[in-house]
């Protein structure tokens, strides 16, 4: 009975990958930054930031499986008594979001994401330092809506980021990052 329930899994899923419709694209995106889960002092950090990479479709009738890997910049600052404060990283994303089709060209999305942290540079005043307690990794969720244009191979998106994970490995600072992202996606596969 194992033998046989192994064989009809293994068919459906060849049966369902073959069905997958698979396409590859290049991202290009603008967010807009926050932190939340701060301290008084690090209220209302905002900024402006870019992301640019490689998505997958993966793509049944109503669901698809849209993996990404984009290289990010991303900045927070604010001025407090005349003097400038800014956060400003590099890293990878790696988003693997789930889509699900509401009408042909319209859909709503959701999935992890992980942010691997290349470079952080502190600057207050004409201070400029690299943030050695900045982690290597954060971790959070995002949750979307988009279209498929439907007579140019382009998507275009809105997402909302929320980190789960702190930005810094030092105990004291809990910060996370959330943010907006508008991107779009040329699909040349």
């Known amino acids: 009975m194992k033998l046989?329930?192994?064989i009809a899994l293994a068919l459906l899923a060849a049966t369902t990958f073959s069905m997958a419709e698979i396409n590859v694209g290049g991202h290009i995106g603008g967010s807009y930054n926050m932190l939340w889960d701060v301290d008084t002092y690090m209220e209302d950090y905002s900024g402006l930031g870019f992301n640019a990479g490689v998505e997958a479709k993966i793509a049944l009738p109503i669901i698809a499986v849209?993996?990404?890997?984009?290289?990010?910049?991303?900045?927070?600052?604010k001025t407090n008594y005349g003097v400038d404060y800014t956060l400003s990283k590099t890293g990878i994303e790696v988003p693997v979001m789930a889509r699900l089709s509401l009408l042909p060209i319209v859909f709503v999305e959701a999935g992890p994401q992980l942010n691997i942290n290349m470079s952080t540079t502190i600057e207050f005043g004409d201070e400029k330092f690299d943030?050695?307690?900045?982690?290597?990794?954060?971790f959070g969720i995002a949750i979307g809506a988009g279209a498929d244009l439907p007579v140019l191979p382009l998507t275009v998106d809105v997402r909302f980021f929320m980190g789960l994970s702190s930005m810094s490995d030092d105990d004291e600072f809990t910060g996370?990052?959330?943010g907006i992202d508008l991107g779009v996606t040329y699909w040349f596969l």
């Open 131 to 138: 943030d050695s307690d900045a982690s290597t990794a954060e």
């Open 4 to 6: 046989f329930t192994k």
């Open 176 to 178: 996370k990052r959330m």
């Open 66 to 77: 849209v993996p990404g890997v984009y290289f990010a910049y991303e900045s927070v600052g």
